[in-house]
């Protein structure tokens, strides 16, 4: 089975597999501190969690995935909070990433192979803004010990060297791997070793 169907077949039941609340990192900080502008990429989104809650608090969201199973459980989740968001199917190994043009860009549980993920993070400078915000939560590579959700492909998963990676454009805010308690929908749930990023584009 090749990726897009995997996730297609994944999403497709009325559970949201993942849950329909956002990520608690995401939600902490975004509560907590003051965004310059209100332009969202929600990217590797899958069924719109996020993506939805963001909007709820009067962001202008966009959200890429490459299921479209997925984009459609967003389309449905967005329109019983009331609220609307702009979904495209996107395979990020091949994205166009415009200029200048958001600015914020989360990732929540992103992993990709090493070629796409240099793919991702070049277009996520190039497309922030200046003084934009990249803000990540996903699996650290001892998260294989903890088994409550991920990869099982050591090489899909993170460590805090990958991040350091991008010092030359993004002043680090939040760097650090830590072990959080994730229960969201059947698919996330228990102990998890994560990294959490928050960078701000020179």
């Known amino acids: 089975m090749d990726g897009l169907s995997k996730w297609n077949e994944r999403y497709n039941t009325d559970e949201y597999v993942y849950g329909t609340e956002p990520n608690q990192f995401l939600r902490d900080y975004i509560t907590t501190h003051q965004l310059k502008g209100r332009?969202?990429?929600?990217?590797?989104?899958?069924?719109?969690?996020?993506a939805v809650w963001l909007a709820t608090?009067?962001?202008?969201?966009?959200?890429?995935?490459?299921?479209?199973?997925?984009?459609?459980?967003?389309?449905?989740l967005?329109?019983?909070?009331?609220?609307?968001?702009?979904?495209?199917?996107?395979?990020?190994?091949?994205?166009?990433?415009?200029?200048?043009?958001?600015?914020?860009?989360?990732c929540i549980f992103g992993h990709f192979p090493q070629h796409?993920?240099?793919?991702v993070f070049a277009g996520i400078q190039r497309t922030l803004r200046p003084g934009g915000v990249f803000l990540t939560e996903v699996y650290s590579?001892?998260?294989?010990?903890?088994?409550?959700?991920?990869?099982?492909?050591?090489?899909?998963?993170?460590?805090?060297?990958m991040f350091h990676q991008l010092e030359d454009d993004f002043v680090p805010l939040?760097?650090?791997?830590?072990?959080v308690w994730r229960e969201e929908g059947s698919?996330?749930?228990?102990?998890?070793?994560?990294?959490?990023?928050?960078?701000?584009k020179r």
């Open 39 to 50: 332009r969202v990429l929600a990217i590797a989104e899958g069924e719109g969690r996020n």
């Open 57 to 76: 608090l009067g962001f202008d969201v966009e959200m890429w995935d490459a299921s479209k199973v997925g984009l459609e459980k967003a389309e449905r």
């Open 78 to 106: 967005a329109i019983s909070r009331n609220v609307s968001l702009q979904t495209k199917q996107i395979d990020l190994n091949e994205a166009d990433w415009s200029q200048d043009a958001y600015d914020v860009v989360i």
């Open 116 to 119: 796409v993920r240099e793919k």
């Open 141 to 161: 590579t001892n998260q294989l010990a903890y088994g409550t959700g991920g990869p099982q492909d050591v090489s899909l998963l993170y460590s805090e060297e």
């Open 174 to 179: 939040i760097l650090h791997e830590v072990v």
């Open 187 to 200: 698919l996330h749930h228990g102990d998890s070793s994560v990294i959490q990023y928050v960078g701000q």
